[in-house]
């Protein structure tokens, strides 16, 4: 009787616990990629992320993906012009999408969309641009900012 009663409450614990977790997921599933940028922070929101050029980014083409959003070296020298960051998951189905140095652009891997630098869409099934981050240097510090 003891144990029964000790697993029906154990089982009303993890029901709580499960619909907890439903709800989690409905409140993240409804800031989508196509609307929000997944898991990217709201516009206006300030500081995204922050890199140290001393020892991050140091060539063209290496990239830093945080709080869902892509910053890639696409230049050289420590100007904000060198960098540009994008919400990294793609505006079609979420898939983190990949910065390809040699042509320049971003690419899904999942259905091929293609992006260029500043988050335009450039090839489909991807139908809404990527959203674009503020870059900004101090010293040797980048901030990308929403
Ligand atoms: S998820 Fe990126 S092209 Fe489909």
Do not use: W
Request: neutral net charge; proline residues 3%.
């Amino acid at each position: 009787m003891e144990r029964q009663e000790f697993l029906s409450k154990l089982g009303i614990g993890v029901a709580a616990v499960c619909v907890g977790c439903a709800f989690a997921s409905c409140s993240k599933s409804n800031n989508g990629p196509s609307s929000s940028g997944g898991n990217a922070p709201a516009p206006g929101s300030g500081t995204v992320f922050t890199a140290d050029l001393n020892t991050e980014l140091t060539s063209v083409g290496q990239n830093k993906v945080s709080n869902g959003v892509i910053l890639v070296r696409i230049a050289a020298g420590n100007v904000a012009s060198s960098f540009t960051a994008v919400q990294v998951a793609c505006t079609h189905e979420g898939t983190a999408i990949n910065y390809n140095t040699g042509q320049g652009i971003f690419i899904c891997p999942n259905h091929g969309s293609e992006f260029s630098t500043n988050g335009s869409v450039l090839l489909g099934p991807a139908a809404a641009n990527l959203q674009k981050y503020n870059v900004s240097i101090a010293g040797n510090i980048l901030t990308v900012t929403a």
